[in-house]
């Protein structure tokens, strides 16, 4: 690992959940940056919100253009879109289709792509892109990072302020994960919240804003964390939704919410952040 690289992650541990903005003025003196993100991201250390860049049409988005109207396996506004990018000669920008919001945009050329009809090239997101640490990040750091002798890096007090906080931080919580003494009750003294306990949360606070089934994930964070962290509670809704108990939908009209309110969302590889949690009864 390069002094850069090492310096990028000694930067990224100085915010909440190892995690924000890749515009973020902290990341200003790096040259490089989005390079040294998507190095460290091939060794799964970092993760960081993609977009797409280019767009082609495939084989088989070609064979859907020759069907006939009434066997098209895709809905009119796909079809469009899937024609626009069949008339260029090669490989086509996404702000080339214009016909569309950009949110409703990246949705359905997300879903062509899945379908296997266009092919899209990714790209690190360019407009409010987030870089997050890994759990393999977390592990290298803590367990198997040896400073190079031989670079002899130049560390600033900002930075190893950074690392001994994050060592203290997660080496304790290793230690009490491989406590090996004898099984005692003991009462703890963290607040443990699961799926169903949340699930019913989400209808208590509809009710009580009146949201209508369509509750905005900032009141979620703001009564959930803590004790939840930022990505405990992601993935206990990417699990609600997964089990068909909720609904995850994004935010298309932005004028309502402060931009607070809508970095609370679910940031997606493609398209806007979700946003609405709608239960399903």
Same mark, same amino acid.
């Given at each position: ?6 310096k ?6 100085g ?6 903005g ?13 390079k ?5 991201? #091939?060794r ?7 977009? /797409? ?15 006939e ?22 490989k ?6 214009t016909?569309?919001?950009a ?19 990714? @790209? ?29 890096p130049?560390?600033? @007090?900002?930075?190893?302020g950074n690392?001994?906080r ?13 406590n ?5 009750k ?6 443990t919240?699961?799926?169903e306990?949340?699930l ?11 949201t209508?089934?369509?509750?905005p /994930? ?6 959930? @964390? ?15 939704q997964?089990?068909?108990?909720i609904e ?15 970095d609370?969302? /679910? ?9 609405? /949690?709608?239960? #399903?009864?």
């Amino acid at each position: 690992m390069d002094t850069n690289e090492l310096k990028f992650l000694l930067k990224l541990l100085g915010f909440p959940n190892y995690r924000t903005g890749l515009s973020a003025s902290a990341f200003s003196s790096f040259k490089g940056k989005d390079k040294i993100c998507r190095d460290l991201s #091939d060794r799964e250390l970092v993760d960081y919100s993609r977009e /797409i860049a280019t767009v082609k049409i495939l084989p088989a988005g070609q064979a859907v253009l020759t069907l006939e109207v009434g066997q098209l396996p895709i809905t009119d506004k796909e079809l469009k879109v899937l024609e626009k990018i069949s008339k260029a000669s090669g490989k086509i920008a996404p702000s080339k289709i214009t016909s569309l919001k950009a949110g409703e945009r990246d949705t359905i050329l997300k879903t062509l792509s899945e379908r296997g009809l266009i092919e899209a090239e990714q @790209q690190l997101k360019k407009a409010k892109g987030e870089v997050w640490l890994t759990e393999r990040g977390i592990e290298y750091l803590r367990d198997d990072y040896n400073p190079n002798k031989s670079s002899n890096p130049v560390i600033s @007090q900002e930075l190893l302020g950074n690392y001994v906080r994050f060592l203290r931080k997660t080496l304790a919580v290793k230690s009490e994960t491989i406590n090996t003494l004898p099984p005692v009750k003991v009462e703890s003294s963290v607040e443990t919240i699961d799926d169903e306990e949340i699930l019913l949360i989400i209808e208590k606070l509809d009710r009580e804003l009146g949201t209508e089934n369509y509750l905005p /994930i900032f009141h979620l964070r703001q009564k959930l @964390q803590p004790p939840l962290s930022r990505d405990e509670l992601d993935q206990a809704l990417y699990r609600l939704q997964k089990s068909d108990q909720i609904e995850l939908s994004s935010l298309q009209e932005v004028s309502a919410y402060t931009p607070e309110q809508i970095d609370a969302g /679910i940031p997606q590889n493609i398209g806007g952040s979700l946003f609405f /949690i709608t239960v #399903d009864n």
